[in-house]
């Protein structure tokens, strides 16, 4: 890695436009599925891979990196071959089943155990291809229902539990009642319906190659059991998607979405893969019943039709109410067997009670971090122990982590609730920092460069709000107020707010009412023609620490000498407490601009490099040369990734 210098004119890269190989575009919007694969794609999936266990062929991904380019040729040659000729090999079909004990079960019972299935690395490498060619297309063509957060890109589970919460405090502000129900869907991915599952991709409009690879992929699966060192004989898997593989999840996504299209409007969904949540408000608990009984019917009778069973048991209710004095509960039923109603329930890690205080989920997050600050006190031992800042790491990973998950939710529980989870903090930072019990907090929160668990909470929320304003396509996004609502909350200011509302409170008080949320494109590059980009820098081999001033400045004169007949470019940026900004320095014309000063100078220097190229117009030179000192920002410009910074894209597709 070269060292980054701070001196522009002393350090220079050459940002050199690398054009893709060409592709077959046309009228038919199907090229995509058809075009043969690339070494660059191939690349990406085997950096993209975590170090899993292999399969039957005990071929694993870290030998996989290892190969050379030659080896890599053969292997995309392979790839291709079975991506024209449909022929899919038998032995990727395999997978080897190892039986997990669940916790606290009965060891004799079969059902007591948790299947973890090993399938080829290389059927996993060629699925993450094809993976990302099929999300693009569904994604592009919004073939999956707004309100499926599931392994997609800018969702998350937080979506669908600040969804929930909504629904529940407009009711409340309201005075109405809101019933929902939370669905167990019995063993859904081993009794998907295949031919559904083509036939969502036929309606979906794919064609070519892509339907017949899935088809391929999904026939004939079979599977072996191994105990200890013993396997058994082979099964075969006649129903339902492989466990395991890279395509299951989003091909299970598509055909069980469509549950969602057979509810009423009057009913609000929301689906976190198959963890179905449906809700219905109102002041009639009559109505309400009625309408939530029609929609359970109609969900069974399409889990009927697709090969799916809802469990009766597992699946709950649970009346949201916080009205006072008697009044029914709801009374719905999956056919014979009644629905039970529930004071509280866990839905996606957070659990909700019947008056929305978050009190049991707080008080149980508390009892389990209790538990693991044991571990910290192991591995604080005074004579072998480690030390604060790896005590500190583990305290992150196995308990603030806990903690941080869905406070963007709970966070609004009332502050004599919030505090419980205090001395669980404040416990593991004297143990980290071996503090004595009357060290006072604020010294600990110095000492250990943590914040308070209340700044904290507003931080991941604040993040969590402008991440939803980034994303336009964000369920979330649109979720605006209206004057009734408005009048209701303020007429009634002991209730609680709604997320977005609370959120616009806090940005208000912060006097950021106007910052400018800078747009993401998640798709902007398809997956089989990603913009590949390159710089020159030939001082990656010196040292400013040990090098001479001068030498920097020959190699810079000699660079100049041999691109002459490029304009140059400078682009430099800069952040102090109270400014941010960027400039561009053209043929001796200094063109600055002045950003946010919430910008970091990763945004300053990007935003420079951005400005450099808006500079370039069709009547200067086509030939030029940027000179930046950021190296960070041409890392993240050659290592793109779906995270990368939003100035970043622009940079590629201006580029590309």
């Not at 053969?74 to 991506?83: A, D, E, G, K, P």
């Not at 110095?446 to 991941?460: S, W």
Request: charged letters at 20%; hydrophobic letters at 40%; proline letters at 5%.
């Amino acid at each position: 890695m070269p060292e980054r210098i701070l001196d522009p004119v002393c350090v220079f890269n050459h940002i050199v436009n690398y054009q893709p190989t060409v592709m077959e575009k046309g009228a038919d919007n199907l090229y995509h599925i058809t075009v043969t694969l690339t070494c660059f794609q191939l690349k990406r999936a085997l950096s993209s891979a975590h170090n899993t266990s292999p399969g039957p062929d005990g071929i694993s991904y870290e030998l996989l990196r290892h190969l050379n380019e030659d080896s890599l040729v053969s292997l995309l040659y392979l790839f291709n071959r079975i991506w024209r000729e449909q022929v899919y090999p038998t032995q990727w079909q395999e997978a080897i089943v190892i039986p997990i004990l669940r916790p606290g079960k009965d060891p004799k019972n079969p059902l007591s155990y948790r299947p973890i299935a090993l399938t080829s690395c290389l059927c996993k490498t060629l699925e993450r291809v094809v993976n990302a060619r099929l999300v693009y297309d569904l994604e592009k063509k919004k073939c999956i229902p707004l309100f499926q957060s599931g392994f997609r890109k800018g969702r998350s589970t937080l979506d669908n539990i600040i969804t929930l919460e909504n629904k529940i405090r407009n009711a409340f502000v309201r005075r109405n009642h809101l019933v929902s129900i939370f669905f167990d869907i019995k063993k859904a991915y081993d009794r998907t319906w295949r031919y559904g599952i083509l036939r969502t991709l036929f309606n979906f409009g794919l064609r070519g190659n892509l339907p017949t690879f899935i088809k391929k992929f999904l026939n004939l699966r079979t599977f072996r059991v191994r105990l200890g060192g013993t396997l058994s004989a082979p099964f075969t898997q006649a129903e339902g998607v492989p466990q395991g593989s890279i395509l299951s999840v989003i091909l299970f996504i598509c055909h069980i979405s469509h549950i969602l299209h057979v509810l009423s409007p009057s009913i609000q969904a929301s689906l976190y893969v198959d963890h179905l949540q449906i809700s219905c408000e109102g002041s009639d608990m009559r109505l309400i019943e009625r309408q939530l009984q029609t929609a359970v019917n109609n969900i069974v009778k399409w889990c009927d039709n697709n090969g799916h069973s809802i469990s009766s048991s597992k699946s709950c209710c649970v009346h949201f109410c916080r009205k006072r004095g008697i009044h029914p509960d709801p009374e719905i039923r999956i056919r014979d067997i009644q629905i039970p109603v529930v004071p509280d329930v866990r839905f996606l890690g957070v659990i909700f009670d019947r008056r929305l205080t978050f009190l049991p989920h707080i008080l149980q997050l508390r009892k389990r971090c209790e538990k693991s600050l044991n571990l910290l006190k192991v591995l604080s031992n005074t004579s072998w122990g480690a030390d604060r800042t790896s005590l500190l790491r583990v305290y992150q990973a196995i308990v603030l982590s806990r903690i941080d998950y869905g406070c963007v939710v709970y966070g609004s529980a009332c502050n004599s609730t919030l505090k419980k989870l205090d001395p669980v903090h404040h416990m593991a930072l004297r143990i980290c920092s071996g503090a004595f019990r009357t060290s006072p907090v604020q010294s600990l929160y110095v000492t250990c460069n943590q914040l308070p668990l209340d700044l904290r909470r507003r931080k991941l929320t604040l993040a969590y709000y402008f991440k939803i304003l980034s994303v336009p396509s964000h369920p979330l996004h649109n979720v605006y107020m209206g004057t009734s609502m408005k009048r209701l909350y303020d007429a009634r200011p002991s209730n609680i707010r709604s997320f977005m509302d609370r959120m616009k409170l806090h940005i208000s008080e912060l006097d950021l009412p106007n910052v400018h949320i800078q747009q993401r494109n998640l798709f902007l590059f398809q997956p089989w023609n990603t913009p590949r980009f390159h710089y020159i820098n030939p001082f990656a081999t010196y040292s400013k620490s040990t090098v001479a001033p001068v030498v920097f400045q020959r190699v810079f004169a000699y660079h100049r000498s041999q691109y002459s007949r490029y304009s140059a470019i400078y682009t430099d940026g800069s952040k102090r407490a109270d400014y941010v900004g960027c400039g561009v320095v053209i043929e001796d014309i200094m063109h600055g601009y002045r950003l946010d000063t919430s910008c970091s100078i990763f945004t300053a220097e990007a935003v420079a490099i951005y400005r450099a190229l808006q500079l370039i117009d069709s009547n200067m030179s086509r030939k030029y040369c940027i000179y930046t000192d950021s190296m960070s920002v041409l890392e993240a410009l050659e290592n793109y990734n779906d995270r990368c910074h939003p100035v970043v894209c622009k940079i590629l597709d201006i580029t590309s």
